[in-house]
């Protein structure tokens, strides 16, 4: 009588019958002496809902007692174990459910629980998918999402929204205190904190979240995570409720700790919660300024989440200090949680793999017991193979042997004949991103940022053709095998691999890796040339293939219907996806490809003889790729400019959706006040702002000097979002208030 576990019964018997034939009936009540499986539900908290137990109370009756969240993790194991199931990857197809005869189970009590006991979540991933994998999301919908009742929420803009909370009487109690002045973010969202030691802010706080948690009774978990970036209150009673100023964090240095005023006022809001609803467990993060573990413990129903991205943890150096943060919190924390930033597609082309260390990384949940919940920053897509499944079998249980689950997920992939050649195909990859190479690209230098830097796109200047030439004989030789020797099911994620494969290296050749520098750059006229010739030749080639396998890629359906997977939510997982689909799609033809960055190098070399020859040749041939093509047709005509000034501290916002920004160079100017401008020289437009129409400009923490000298500015040229969309993001050093180049 329990939808969750009856809808996890139907995926039970249905992959029962697709592995042996056999149909289970399912009854209310037993009758006769045929064998019987029985369930037994029980309530129980967050942290122990995970736990099952097996009994055999009789010969014929076999007793599975847990919650409606754990029961399912013992039909999981029995399709694992005794019918060789595997959920390869989410949608049709994606799903090996075995051969067996029968399922004999031996009758002797048994008891089970996952490693990482309060989630196991990783971002925009299909749910059916998800439980079939062993995996465990606490944030049920969107609703909860955009209140922040989840462990890994920035959610004190969200609790304490500045459009009330900016304005008087509200102001001078709740808003941070900086240079002296109660400050109204310019961001609602971010680069602020409340006032950690106002009584009126933590009296808000519990009267916002209580009367959320009457509305919602089913939440189990509510983040008091602060605002992404900094803007921590300097008010004398925060100043010494932190211990002081000027501390910095010892795991990121760059930062200033305010850890002690930081998880002091979220363990008062805990306390205060904790007493009317009992329940609830909170989570907060260990993010930036507040990395440190304060000089003090936790509530026990306070969660601290620690930010990384494992693959970090391939410098010696930095794993070290993530061992040492990890180290500090387990002596700090009843629970913890790791937040990871585990991006592949749609940041990084080709498959980001580093699977044997996201193993080991969540095996040291064996040094400290109080890890227990993950979430990854990512996005699923199939193309990456078995990197997400084996992130969701160490999360459930760390004791497993890495080769072993390797082998097991390639082997009901494509088949056992295949099962060494895919291997063979994920390890170049694999290789590629834990290898020397790498390394040595400027994209590397942000291993000891809070996370690699997935905006930079110079990783593409490591991969050589030998890299490439492996992987395409890899898979090349899994197709084949497949064919000779794989079922159905595993011909056909064979050929969706090679779909994925073939948009790799599209999406590879169209770096423009080939005609510019190390640093991404087009420098010269003659690399210029190059780069415009090559549009309408291999590059130009690439491009269309790009779009055809983005559009056939786009076109899977992978919300599988809920007798497939037990999926409690399949028209929310078919939503869900379409998302994906259009963020797939748009990033696909994104301007971190550097062959867009080449741009750049046609505006400044534009006058050269050599370059306008290219451009005229790019033009006027059919095979040029879009949206390349158009804009070289356009690049000479005189095209009338508006006259726009915005003298300083004017807030009006232009409109300059008719800005051709194609041949002008354009600068920078960082005002501490203002925060930037942009100026185009030849014109001597000036923009600033936000929400101007066709050109959206925006900053990212733009007072504060990244340690590689980088400030993450952009600047972006859209067209209602359209795939033909030329969109420009650019890191501009500034250091100080001054021009800089953009």
Not at 386 to 392: D, F, G
């Amino acid at each position: 009588g329990n939808r969750r576990v009856d809808r996890d019964i139907d995926f039970f018997t249905n992959a029962v019958f697709r592995a042996t034939g056999a149909q289970l009936p399912v009854v209310d009540k037993p009758t006769g002496g045929a064998n019987v499986v029985n369930f037994t539900l029980h309530k129980a908290s967050v942290a122990k809902e995970d736990n099952w137990a097996v009994t055999f109370p009789s010969a014929n009756r076999m007793e599975i007692h847990g919650t409606e969240m754990s029961c399912r993790w013992e039909m999981n194991r029995i399709l694992e174990e005794h019918c060789g199931y595997v959920a390869c990857c989410p949608g049709p197809h994606g799903t090996h459910y075995g051969n067996a005869r029968d399922i004999l189970l031996e009758r002797v009590r048994y008891t089970g629980s996952a490693s990482f006991c309060l989630e196991r979540y990783q971002w925009r991933e299909d749910a059916g998918w998800e439980r079939a994998c062993g995996g465990k999301r606490l944030e049920l919908d969107s609703e909860q999402s955009a209140f922040g009742a989840g462990f890994h929420h920035h959610a004190l803009w969200k609790i304490l929204p500045v459009e009330k909370y900016g304005k008087d009487p509200w102001r001078e109690k709740v808003m941070p205190m900086i240079d002296g002045k109660r400050q109204v973010p310019k961001h609602s969202n971010m680069c602020w904190q409340p006032c950690f030691s106002s009584s009126v802010v933590d009296d808000e706080i519990v009267k916002n979240v209580s009367a959320w948690i009457e509305k919602h009774p089913d939440t189990r978990v509510v983040s008091l995570g602060q605002s992404d970036g900094e803007g921590y209150c300097r008010c004398p009673d925060c100043v010494k409720l932190n211990g002081g100023t000027g501390k910095k964090s010892v795991f990121l240095p760059r930062f200033e700790n305010w850890s002690n005023a930081y998880y002091a006022f979220v363990n008062r809001i805990a306390r205060r919660l904790h007493e009317k609803f009992p329940h609830l467990v909170f989570g907060c993060n260990s993010y930036v300024g507040t990395t440190d573990p304060p000089d003090f413990r936790l509530e026990p129903y306070v969660l601290a989440h620690v930010t990384e991205d494992i693959y970090q943890s391939r410098d010696p150096e930095r794993d070290a200090k993530k061992d040492a943060l990890l180290r500090a919190w387990n002596e700090k924390s009843s629970m913890l949680g790791v937040y990871d930033y585990a991006y592949g597609m749609i940041r990084y082309a080709p498959p980001r793999l580093y699977t044997a260390l996201a193993a080991k990384s969540f095996q040291r949940k064996r040094r400290y017991p109080a890890l227990n919940q993950f979430f990854a920053e990512s996005s699923s897509f199939d193309g990456e193979g078995p990197k997400r499944w084996i992130s969701y079998r160490f999360l459930f249980d760390v004791n497993r042997d890495y080769e072993t689950e390797m082998n097991r997920w390639c082997r009901a992939c494509c088949g056992a004949e295949a099962a060494p050649h895919l291997r063979e195909y994920y390890r170049a990859w694999e290789d590629f991103w834990m290898g020397e190479a790498v390394a040595k690209t400027p994209w590397y230098r942000t291993v000891n940022d809070e996370y690699c830097d997935f905006w930079n796109p110079n990783w593409v200047f490591a991969l050589d053709e030998g890299t490439m030439a492996r992987a395409r004989a890899a898979l090349e030789k899994t197709l084949a095998a497949a064919a000779r020797s794989g079922d159905s099911e595993q011909r056909v994620r064979a050929e969706r691999l090679r779909l994925y494969h073939e948009y790799y290296e599209a999406r590879i050749c169209c770096s423009g890796r080939e005609t510019a520098t190390t640093g991404g750059r087009i420098t010269t006229p003659e690399q210029t040339v190059a780069f415009v010739d090559s549009l309408s030749g291999e590059m130009g080639r690439a491009y269309r293939t790009l779009r055809e396998r983005t559009d056939a890629i786009c076109a899977l359906r992978y919300a599988e219907p809920p007798e497939e997977t037990g999926s409690d939510t399949p028209a929310r997982a078919a939503s869900r996806w379409q998302g994906m689909v259009e963020s797939f799609r748009v990033a696909s033809y994104d301007n971190y490809f550097l062959s867009l960055r080449g741009m750049g190098g046609v505006c400044t070399f534009r006058d050269d003889p050599s370059v306008r020859a290219a451009v005229g040749r790019a033009a006027s041939a059919p095979t040029t790729a879009e949206p390349f093509r158009s804009l070289f047709a356009k690049m000479y005509e005189d095209v009338p400019r508006p006259d726009v000034v915005v003298a300083s501290g004017d807030t009006r916002e232009q409109d300059l959706a008719k800005w051709a920004a194609v041949g002008h160079n354009a600068a920078v100017v960082a005002n501490g006040e203002r925060g930037f401008a942009m100026q185009a020289k030849k014109t001597g437009w000036t923009a600033s702002g936000k929400g101007i129409e066709g050109v959206a400009i925006s900053t990212y923490n733009h007072n504060t000097a990244r340690p590689h000298g980088k400030c993450a500015l952009t600047v972006r040229h859209m067209n209602s979002g359209s795939p033909e969309s030329v969109h420009v993001y650019t890191y501009v050093d500034i250091p100080t208030p001054g021009e800089y180049e953009l």
